[in-house]
């Protein structure tokens, strides 16, 4: 039978909880906002991949797997990505810093990206390498060992700092560090689960404070692309790429209305990429086994390995794979549908709200054998498809970035591996924080010493032992492979 024959069914039969006040939804909103991965797994584990729940916005579903994957990364017109930072009123500094190409869909989706794909297209690696290079030196320089240091954090500012040079021009000084500072304050704020559970903009509320923020951040972002449209836009980064954009009919766009694409391509760029770094050596720190075979690899690609060489090395790839499976930097996104339609078997209205997960994809049972195990060497026999693998998007929407985010991460593996043992501090509490990306809560305090491949994990507590089997045994010693 042909599926168009089937009858659809209303989204109202979809399963979920019971129709709840509006207090009730603000709760319900707040214990998403607190722990997505716990909300998620729980509505899953009561009424399945599909599900019906309400929240400060109204009526939301949960969609988990494949199938609904696919429709919600290839029937773009059908499914358009909305702001993921929450709304200020019309002609506010909230309303402009939270439109970006995340936030853009079709025909002019379409445009931009065709604007900003040079900048990040695998070709650039080659140029970009060296900058990175310099970047990660330069951030290892003041490393010693004995020491103790936020992992985080250090992987964060090395990120940052490729991030302004390369996609923004920018030099190191205190203008720039204040940007920074701005910035993530005022992310932290707009993720904050007591401002999304009160949007209302009373003075002395939290809500009031990142409205406060976003008028301060954008002057300063304002300041920034006005100077370097006055200088002339001739760079090869993301943000002389940004101030080169016209409309159709060719006129210049006035910087107001490129500030958020700005502002958030900056952030997700670096959020994204410096969480990634970080889990990924903190898998590497306590998987040894894992870790000997990197080093094994590296080794035999001798000193300063060009990226062409590290982007080829196999074990690296399947490291990274898998430490982005199991720890998406998106662990969740969301979706509206921009008219009546089909989802699956049953028919969705317009304005229909729904959120996918990376992660909860990741971790199916029904894909992935074993799912929370960390297992590098499962990317040998397995070929998952992009609506079941999917760290960086997937179809028209697949992250711009991918490239340079693999890039930085292996590189920097590449410089830190061979020179230190990172050890995480024993009893460390390691817990998650869900925000524009997947990170750890408090940070990953680390002991350094020099790399001597006598490698041991530490025993940790927190969440993120819900997430990874930390504690289950790695595979036998492979053969090492000649140096």
Known sequence: MDDSSVALLPTSAIPGPKRMSIVGGIWEQVKFDRDPVVYMNGLRAKYGDLTRFQNSMG????????????????????????????????????????????????????????????????????????????????????????????????????????????????????????????????MFQTFSPWVRAFPFNIPFTPYNRMIQDANRLERKFLDLMRKRRAQGVHGNDALSALLRFRTIDDKEVPVELLVGHALILFLVAYETTGNTLTWTLFLLSQFPQAQQDVLDELQALGPNPSYDKLDAAPMLARVMKESTRLLPAVPYSRRLASRDGAFGRYEIKKKTRVIFSHYMTHHMAEIYQNPERFDPARWETIKPSPSEFLPFGAGPRTCLGSSLAQCVIKIAISKILPRWKINVVPQSQVDRKMGISLGPLNGIPVTLSRQDRDLHKSPITGNIRDMVEIDHPEPAKRVRIAA
């Open 59 to 186: 009526t939301m579903l949960l969609a988990i797997g494949p199938e609904y994957n696919r429709p919600l990364h290839q029937e773009t017109d059908l499914f358009h990505s909305r702001p993921f930072v929450l709304p200020g009123g019309k002609n506010t500094s909230q309303h402009r810093l939270r439109q970006s190409i995340f936030s853009l869909n079709e025909a002019e989706h379409k445009r931009m990206r065709h604007q900003l794909l040079p900048v990040f297209q695998r070709s650039m690696m080659e140029l970009h390498q060296h900058s990175i290079n310099k970047h990660a030196e330069n951030a290892l320089s003041s490393w010693q060992p004995g020491q103790t240091r936020n992992m985080h954090r250090d992987m964060h500012l090395l990120v940052w700092n490729v991030v302004r040079d390369l996609l923004y021009g920018l030099d190191d000084s205190a203008a720039t560090e204040s940007l920074h500072e701005g910035m993530e304050h005022w």
